[in-house]
C-alpha cells in the first residue's frame, strides 16, 4: 500500500529503481526517502539543517580534531546546497545540510495543508533512533561534535545508563531522540507535526476505512509534552503524528532527569502498549 493511499498527503517528488523522495507540506524540500533494500524496515540515517557554510566548516573541523571521516556533496537532492556526512557511534548515517533556501518551521495553523485529500501533514518533526550498543557514545557524540543540546534523559530502572533521550538542534524540545534497542534495530518510530488533535483524529478515521489499526493514542506525553499518535505503516516502521511540541527558549536550561517510563510516556497515565517494546 502506498503513503498516498495513507492519505498523509506527502508529494512524490522523485521516483527511480528501489527509491522514492517524498515530501510534505508546500515546499519542494525531500522530507522522506524510501528505499526498497531487500525488504527491509528501519532507517539508515537522517539529515540536519545547518544556518551557513560557516557552520559546516565548524563541524567539518571538530570532525577533523575527533578523527572522524566525512563526505561532502553539491546538490544531492532537491532542496540541498551542500552536505557534510558521516557515521554516528550507532551506525546511522547523519548529513549535515545547507539547504538551497530556508523556510520558517510551522508547527501550527492550516495553511500548509494539502486540500486535494482534506487533510495531510505539515512536515516531517523529528527521528526517534533505536541503539543496540548502548546510547551514551551516540549522545555525547551528537552534543560535543554535531552541537545538539540534550532536553531530556530517561534512566535504566537501575539507575546506571540512560534507556533514553531527547535532543534539540535549536529551540523545539527535540528534533532527534534515540532508545537503547535490540540487536539490529535502527528506528523507534518518525514523526509528522500536524495542527492538532482533530487531525490526528482525522487520518486514525481514514487508517480505520482501511483496516488499519493504531498502536497507541491520541495522547499526551509527559517528556516534551507534545500531543501524540502512533501507528505502523504497511511497509513495518512506526509513525507519530505529533502537535504542540513545546519550545526551550533558554538554551542554558538542564536536561530533565526520568526514571520512571509510563510517566514519560503520558501524562494522562495512558501506559506503552507491550509493542512499544520493539522498534524496526
Not at 180 to 191: C, K, S
Request: charged content about 20%; hydrophobic content about 40%; proline content about 5%.
Amino acid at each position: 500500500m502506498s503513503l498516498q493511499k495513507l492519505s498523509m498527503g506527502l508529494t512524490l517528488i522523485e521516483r527511480s529503481a528501489g527509491r522514492a523522495l517524498l515530501s510534505a507540506g508546500a515546499d519542494d524540500e525531500v522530507d522522506l526517502i524510501l528505499t526498497g533494500e531487500g525488504g527491509r524496515t528501519g532507517a539508515a540515517g537522517f539529515t540536519l539543517s545547518v544556518d551557513s557554510d560557516e557552520d559546516l566548516e565548524t563541524l567539518a573541523r571538530r570532525l577533523v580534531e575527533a578523527g572522524v571521516a566525512f563526505d561532502r556533496a553539491s546538490n544531492p537532492l532537491p532542496g540541498l546546497a551542500r552536505t557534510l556526512s558521516f557515521d554516528l557511534p550507532s551506525g546511522h548515517r547523519i548529513a549535515l545540510a545547507l539547504p538551497s533556501k530556508f523556510k520558517e518551521r510551522v508547527h501550527s495553523g492550516r495553511d500548509l495543508q494539502t486540500r486535494e485529500q482534506g487533510w495531510a501533514v505539515i512536515d516531517l518533526d523529528h527521528i526517534t533512533l533505536r541503539i543496540d550498543n548502548g546510547i551514551s557514545r551516540t549522545m555525547d557524540f551528537l552534543r560535543d561534535i554535531v552541537g545538539l543540546q540534550i532536553s531530556d534523559i530517561l534512566m535504566q530502572p537501575d539507575g546506571q545508563a540512560p534507556m533514553a533521550c531527547w535532543m534539540r538542534a535549536g529551540t523545539y524540545h527535540h528534533d532527534v531522540a534515540m532508545f537503547a534497542g535490540h540487536p539490529g534495530e535502527t528506528l523507534d518510530h518518525l514523526a509528522w507535526t500536524v495542527a492538532n488533535m482533530e487531525d490526528i483524529k482525522m487520518l486514525f478515521d481514514n487508517l480505520a476505512r482501511r483496516a488499519l489499526k493504531t498502536e497507541a493514542g491520541p495522547g499526551r506525553h509527559g517528556v516534551g509534552g507534545n500531543i501524540y499518535g502512533y501507528f505502523h505503516t504497511p511497509g513495518g516502521n512506526r509513525y507519530e503524528l505529533s502537535a504542540e511540541m513545546p519550545r526551550i527558549p533558554n538554551q542554558l536550561e538542564k536536561p530533565g532527569i526520568w526514571t520512571d517510563l509510563s510517566t514519560a510516556f503520558s501524562v494522562w497515565g495512558a501506559p506503552p502498549p507491550e509493542s512499544f517494546k520493539w522498534g524496526s
